[in-house]
């Protein structure tokens, strides 16, 4: 019997409640159940694609791939050094501009470059140096050839030496030596060198133009061949700095011969186009006679050749006559004495007599042929030593000549 307040299932005879049973499918999530399992031999051969469909796995990859390939891209356009002409591909002409240290200046328009890319920027001057020696430098420099311009020729390969070649030289030296340069690339020339227009920073903000400071010097001319001229579509500027230089008369239009030119057979100013076509024509007349450049000597602009009484131009050698064939050509150079050439040699000449004028006209050709072979080589050695002194050659440290020591210049 209970009690009043309790309650029926507290009594002893109260059957006991069953503890409620997990129900086997409701322990699986609700979007799995016992049709879809795998077994774990099949699950390895099936890829769950769910977890790539995360941006969190693919965004961070994708990004350090995209910055690699564009670092490169950078690397290989702006920041690798191109050491000579060979390695500049075709599109960088006329889109793209080097920036480089001038080495040397071979001639009164053109220089070498040593390419810096990235300027100080990328630590060149301060953690990355420009070498100072010739030897370190053979073969990674970039031969540049100044735009729009033609300077004066100087003495080289046996010719005179153009009015102010010598200034014009000194000039570009003086104001591109051992300087940083911009060179904007137009195309590559018959001698593989590249031409482009130079600008060079003066006074830390002001940019010049090498070829139009050129001009306005009077130091040289606006392009004049017919093909191959560059001007990057500034020729108008470079057409009125020659017309005021020309109307200064400074430099080369003021009618001197500056400091080692040379006067003109006709005594008129000469461009350096005019020059060039000059020499190439007394070139292909000297080729023309059968080589005649060996009995043709240059001193100046007066030409004296070796002729003959018939009035033809003829090359002396070396070569010394039989004494049989020398009683029957008189030598070219030298005058036959009144007896040879009033008196005939005939059948009834003695033996004597004949060979004595053989011996004698023998020796007088070889003495004349020897003077005339040697005063060709005297002024070719002659001008070979002026070349050099003139065009930058030799051991001249202050044209930028290949010496042995370092560069000269501002660091």
Not at 145 to 165: C, K, L, M, N, T
Request: a positive charge; glycine letters at 10%; hydrophobic letters at 30%.
């Amino acid at each position: 019997m209970g009690w009043p307040w309790s309650r029926r299932d507290d009594s002893k005879d109260a059957a006991p409640i069953p503890e409620p049973q997990p129900d086997p499918v409701s322990s699986f999530p609700a979007n799995l159940s016992i049709k879809n399992l795998t077994s774990w031999t099949d699950s390895l051969n099936k890829t769950d694609w769910q977890h790539y469909k995360d941006p969190q796995t693919w965004v961070m990859p994708a990004l350090a791939v995209g910055a690699a390939l564009g670092f490169s891209a950078f690397y290989r356009s702006y920041l690798r050094r191109i050491p000579n002409t060979n390695h500049i591909r075709p599109n960088f002409f006329r889109k793209r501009s080097l920036l480089g240290k001038v080495t040397s200046v071979g001639d009164g328009d053109n220089f070498h470059l040593f390419h810096t890319p990235g300027g100080r920027l990328a630590g060149w001057g301060w953690l990355r140096k420009v070498p100072s020696y010739r030897k370190d430098l053979k073969g990674k420099t970039i031969p540049v050839r100044i735009a729009g311009v033609d300077a004066p020729e100087g003495a080289h390969f046996g010719r005179p030496a153009q009015p102010y070649s010598g200034e014009a030289l000194d000039f570009l030296t003086q104001y591109l030596l051992g300087r940083r340069v911009r060179a904007y690339l137009y195309r590559r020339d018959q001698y593989d060198r590249v031409v482009a227009r130079v600008v060079v920073r003066r006074f830390f903000f002001f940019k010049k133009d090498v070829g139009i400071e050129m001009l306005k010097r009077g130091l040289a001319t606006c392009y004049e061949a017919k093909t191959g001229a560059e001007f990057g579509g500034r020729e108008a500027q470079y057409r009125v700095a020659e017309a005021k230089a020309k109307a200064k008369k400074r430099g080369m239009w003021s009618g001197g011969l500056g400091r080692n030119g040379v006067a003109t057979p006709t005594g008129e100013m000469e461009t350096p186009r005019q020059y060039k076509t000059r020499m190439a024509a007394l070139d292909a007349a000297s080729a023309a006679s059968g080589g005649g450049a060996s009995a043709t000597v240059t001193v100046g602009a007066t030409t004296t050749a070796t002729s003959t009484p018939s009035g033809t131009t003829t090359t002396t050698t070396t070569t010394t006559p039989p004494k049989e064939m020398a009683s029957a050509a008189p030598s070219t150079s030298s005058t036959p004495s009144p007896s040879t050439a009033s008196t005939p040699s005939t059948s009834s000449t003695p033996a004597s007599t004949a060979s004595t004028q053989a011996k004698q006209s023998a020796t007088s050709s070889a003495s004349t042929t020897a003077h005339h072979t040697s005063t060709p080589a005297s002024l070719s050695s002659h001008n070979d030593k002026n070349s050099k002194s003139s065009s930058g050659g030799g051991n001249n440290k202050a044209s930028g000549g290949w010496g042995k020591g370092p560069l000269p210049g501002r660091r």
